[in-house]
């Protein structure tokens, strides 16, 4: 039986090594140590802070549930 797919990217969540600022706001700062969420984009990996990850997760749902329910229908 073939292995099922998924609809979530490569990610990772992890404490930053290095301070940097975030991929999708440049005035978001990620302090080393801190928790950021890493989204496979191409072959790199680019780091978002937790408020912008946690938007994307927002979308992520409501994406997820308007495909759930065109299946309903």
Not at 11 to 19: D, I, S, V
Not at 48 to 60: L, P, Q, T, V
Request: glycine share 6%; proline share 1%; charged share 35%.
């Amino acid at each position: 039986m073939a292995r099922r797919k998924s609809l979530v990217v490569g990610h990772q969540m992890r404490p930053a090594g290095k301070a940097r600022k975030c991929r999708h706001n440049k005035a978001h700062h990620i302090k080393r140590g801190e928790i950021l969420i890493e989204v496979r984009e191409g072959l790199r990996w680019k780091g978002y802070c937790a408020a912008c990850a946690k938007s994307m997760i927002a979308i992520a749902r409501d994406t997820l549930a308007d495909i759930e329910k065109a299946f309903e229908d």
